[in-house]
């Protein structure tokens, strides 16, 4: 049996999905860049949805993503903050935080750094 593979790469205007199932069978669809964005936007809640069906009573299950770097901006109206995270292949993927999102983060992330910060005995405070 062969391992089961996605691959989806550049194809002309559009992008060529491929799987090949654990028997080595391949299918394959072309994507326009919508449908890609599409998929993208919809893979969040499917990682959800799928998580959910491992998560056990007050344990849920999650899956992380590696963050090399972190950037924050504002909208064109200042009514937003930008928060921008790069994956380690320095891929960035932004959020857009209303005041009422943002504010809360700004006074939560200091207490969790120190929380961090504390458990680290060998390691100087920044």
């Not at 299918?27 to 890609?36: D, G, H, R």
């Not at 992380?64 to 891929?91: E, I, K, P, W, Y």
């Not at 943002?102 to 100087?124: F, H, Y």
């Amino acid at each position: 049996m062969a391992d089961e593979n996605l691959d989806l790469s550049p194809v002309g205007d559009g992008f060529r999905l491929v799987q090949t199932d654990e028997h080595g069978r391949v299918s394959e669809i072309i994507l326009t860049e919508q449908s890609v964005l599409s998929l993208a936007q919809s893979s969040l809640r499917l990682r959800a949805d799928i998580l959910a069906r491992y998560s056990r009573g007050e344990t849920d299950a999650v899956a992380t993503s590696f963050v090399s770097r972190a950037g924050l901006n504002m909208d064109l109206h200042n009514s937003q903050v930008f928060l921008t995270l790069f994956d380690n292949q320095d891929v960035p993927t932004t959020f857009a935080l209303p005041l009422e999102v943002a504010k809360p983060l700004s006074e939560e992330l200091p207490k969790w750094v120190a929380k961090i910060e504390d458990s680290l005995p060998n390691r100087t405070k920044q």
